[in-house]
């Protein structure tokens, strides 16, 4: 009989071999469940030493029918479908992943700025259609700023990555961190209407919070340039859809690159979908093959060490 029951709380991945294989180390059985709603988690879950949760609700209702939870583990950066405190009141030790994808967004944070700037979507879609020499201004990222806001881990990955690209510039905004740490990789703190007004590009590197939800809305687009690109490859909720679609129907600012949104998935009907200056992805940049093995190791080492009685790496709350 195993010692422990793990729980994967949605079952999104074709494999768990790599979360398996850890679990084995401490005598550990993974049950696979399919977990959509809070009551889901209270049932199937019931019985679990941990849970690894991906995108299923854990709200309050959810740790209550936790009987013998000791940790729940979140698949990512985020933990915003967490009850954090009721967790904490139930003596649930909540960890997440918060460096596992750093190259993998910020490749793609590149991938949808030089696919704005060069129309490379657009000109595939109409040259299958037979069309040539199509009539798309394209620009250049040398000379450009690039502004960023929020400097974390994937935003300093991408100001690594375009060290080498001639940039004009680089900004950020970012209330918690300093002007001295910022300039030590290269970068100027400006406030946020600084940021928006000079900036090229503008690059999405946030949590979606009370403070944070809505940010990029007709007041903060409507002081951008006519020629910016927005780039979202951190949360959906930090922009307001009509604001935006407004603002791109408008020529108010040039594109989008998007990855994440308000409503996932997007669907064929989205009025986004109907745009050429919107560049779409399915919530995937943190998807690739080195960055989904990081993931699924992390998170399942994150178990071991709590049900084994060791602090794990990446603690959220404290207990």
């Given at each position: 009989?195993?010692?422990?029951t793990?729980?994967?709380?949605d079952?999104?991945h074709a494999s768990?071999e790599v979360e398996?294989?850890?679990?084995?180390e401490?005598?550990?059985?993974?049950?696979l469940?399919?977990c959509?709603?809070?009551?889901d988690?209270?049932?199937q879950?019931?019985?679990a030493?941990?849970?690894l949760?991906?995108l299923?609700?854990m709200?309050?209702a959810?740790i209550?029918?936790?009987k013998k939870?000791k940790?729940?583990?979140?698949y990512?950066?985020?933990?915003e479908n967490?009850?954090l405190?009721?967790?904490?009141?139930?003596?649930?030790?909540?960890?997440?992943v918060?460096?596992y994808?750093m190259?993998?967004v910020?490749?793609?944070?590149l991938a949808?700025?030089?696919a704005?700037?060069?129309?490379?979507p657009?000109?595939?879609?109409?040259i299958r259609?037979?069309?040539?020499?199509?009539?798309?201004?394209s620009f250049r990222?040398?000379?450009?700023?690039?502004?960023?806001i929020?400097?974390g881990?994937?935003?300093?990955?991408?100001i690594?990555k375009?060290s080498?690209f001639?940039?004009k510039?680089v900004?950020?905004?970012?209330?918690?961190?300093?002007?001295?740490?910022?300039?030590?990789i290269g970068?100027?703190k400006?406030?946020l209407?600084?940021?928006l007004?000079?900036s090229?590009?503008?690059?999405?590197?946030?949590h979606?919070n009370?403070?944070?939800?809505g940010?990029?809305?007709?007041?903060?687009?409507?002081?951008m340039k006519?020629?910016?690109?927005?780039?979202n490859v951190?949360?959906g909720p930090?922009?307001?859809?009509?604001d935006?679609?407004?603002?791109?129907?408008g020529?108010k600012?040039?594109?989008?690159g998007?990855d994440?949104h308000?409503?996932?998935?997007?669907?064929a009907?989205?009025p986004?979908?109907?745009?050429?200056?919107?560049v779409?992805?399915d919530?995937?940049?943190y998807?690739?093959?080195?960055?989904?093995?990081?993931?699924?190791?992390?998170?399942?080492?994150?178990?071991?060490d709590v049900?084994?009685g060791?602090?794990?790496?990446?603690?959220?709350n404290?207990?």
């Amino acid at each position: 009989m195993a010692k422990y029951t793990v729980c994967v709380s949605d079952e999104r991945h074709a494999s768990y071999e790599v979360e398996r294989k850890i679990l084995e180390e401490i005598g550990a059985e993974l049950k696979l469940c399919h977990c959509e709603s809070e009551a889901d988690i209270a049932s199937q879950c019931a019985d679990a030493d941990a849970v690894l949760l991906d995108l299923a609700p854990m709200t309050a209702a959810a740790i209550a029918g936790l009987k013998k939870c000791k940790v729940i583990s979140r698949y990512g950066v985020g933990f915003e479908n967490v009850d954090l405190d009721a967790a904490t009141k139930a003596g649930i030790q909540v960890t997440n992943v918060p460096d596992y994808c750093m190259e993998d967004v910020s490749d793609h944070a590149l991938a949808l700025m030089f696919a704005c700037l060069r129309h490379v979507p657009m000109r595939d879609r109409m040259i299958r259609q037979g069309a040539w020499n199509l009539q798309a201004t394209s620009f250049r990222l040398k000379d450009k700023v690039l502004g960023v806001i929020g400097a974390g881990r994937i935003a300093r990955a991408v100001i690594r990555k375009v060290s080498g690209f001639g940039l004009k510039e680089v900004v950020a905004y970012d209330p918690y961190i300093s002007a001295e740490d910022l300039k030590a990789i290269g970068v100027r703190k400006v406030e946020l209407d600084e940021l928006l007004s000079i900036s090229d590009i503008i690059s999405l590197h946030l949590h979606a919070n009370a403070e944070t939800n809505g940010m990029i809305n007709k007041d903060t687009l409507s002081k951008m340039k006519s020629n910016a690109i927005l780039i979202n490859v951190s949360r959906g909720p930090l922009v307001n859809d009509a604001d935006l679609l407004e603002a791109l129907k408008g020529g108010k600012i040039l594109a989008a690159g998007l990855d994440t949104h308000n409503c996932e998935p997007l669907g064929a009907d989205s009025p986004f979908c109907q745009l050429d200056n919107v560049v779409l992805t399915d919530h995937t940049a943190y998807s690739t093959e080195e960055g989904v093995l990081e993931l699924k190791t992390k998170a399942a080492r994150n178990v071991v060490d709590v049900l084994t009685g060791k602090a794990p790496k990446y603690p959220v709350n404290k207990l």
